[in-house]
């Protein structure tokens, strides 16, 4: 690693202090959260949970985190989430309360033995986020390997309840993104090299041509200057993807980045959370402001989480 810097507590706390921003105003409507725009950590809303209660996006990156501080293993990576499903590991507050229509579907095949690599949806119809907010983590443990590699890890974990390929390119243009955010702290830079980077890998592997060309409008470059009637932030993985590399490149801090995802409306924490994690990269754990921090469930879990990785990936 480059420096002493946490990024595991980058992006642990980057996901879940987004993840929480958004769940009191998850579903809520672009232009009802403009009436009352979020500007600080509230509770209650859509779940009546209290203020720092972070959902599945978090448990599932916390499920991913905490195998992988022992190894990457798919099989234990997948019955982790059926333990967070069924036996509320890693939940905020013991209760899980939000869960996605694939990610359900998929566990319950993972249960009923399906292997994890095709427990997930294949159709194009099962494009949701639910792969894309939870893969973050995995950016420790393919750093370092090469970009083929790279890929085929990403897919088969995207797979495990997302397993068509736009979620798969989804989620490697995002851990790509982060990937060099480790060693780059311009953002602009990083998105131009990704662009470059990605186009000319997607180009050379069998994925049609439609797949990738749903892709222009980052790969293009121009992302950031779109105005926000251009910016969609539902559940769909390609406007989650895209709403998060607009939020991190349209302002110039943690939280400015995350209240902007959330007060996008609709699927907020969500979109809070994939715009936290590249956020916490962007600019470390220490400028996300201390009272989020402190007021998030499970401080003293994530914390200790986070050197469990540091213990496993920074040997080198
Ligand atoms: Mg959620």
Known sequence: MTNKRSYYKDVLFGVAVGDALGVPVEFKTRSVIAQNPVTDMIGFGTYGQPPGTWSDDSSLTFCLADVLADGYDLQKIANSFAEW????????????????????????????????????????????????????????????????????????????THGHVRSVIACFYYLEFALKLLTNNDAIVVYREV????????????????????????????????????????????????????????????????????????????????????????????????????????????????KRLADKYERD
Not at 113 to 135: C, Q, T, W, Y
Not at 197 to 209: Q, W
């Open 85 to 160: 499903l069924y036996d509320e590991q890693w939940t905020a507050r013991g209760e899980v309360f939000d869960v996605g229509i694939a990610t359900r579907a998929a566990i319950e095949r993972i249960v009923h033995k399906v292997r994890p690599d095709l427990a997930g949806g294949f159709d194009e119809s099962s494009n949701g986020n639910g792969s894309l907010m939870r893969i973050l983590p995995l950016l420790f443990y393919i750093k370092d390997k090469p970009v083929k590699e790279r890929f085929a890890i990403v897919k088969e974990v995207s797979s495990i």
């Open 195 to 306: 662009n470059m980077e990605v186009a000319s890998f997607l180009k050379g592997t069998t994925i049609i041509h439609d797949e990738i060309a749903l892709f222009d409008r980052l790969l293009e470059g121009n992302i950031h200057e779109l105005p926000v009637n251009k910016i969609q932030s539902g559940g769909y993985v390609l406007n989650t993807l895209e709403a998060a590399i607009w939020c991190l490149l349209t302002t110039t801090n943690y939280s400015e980045a995350v209240l902007k995802a959330v007060n996008l409306g609709f699927d907020t924490d969500t979109t809070a959370a994939v715009t936290g994690g590249l956020a916490g990269l962007l600019y470390g754990f220490e400028r996300i402001p201390e009272h989020w921090v402190l007021i998030l469930a499970r401080k003293k879990d994530i914390d200790d989480l986070a």
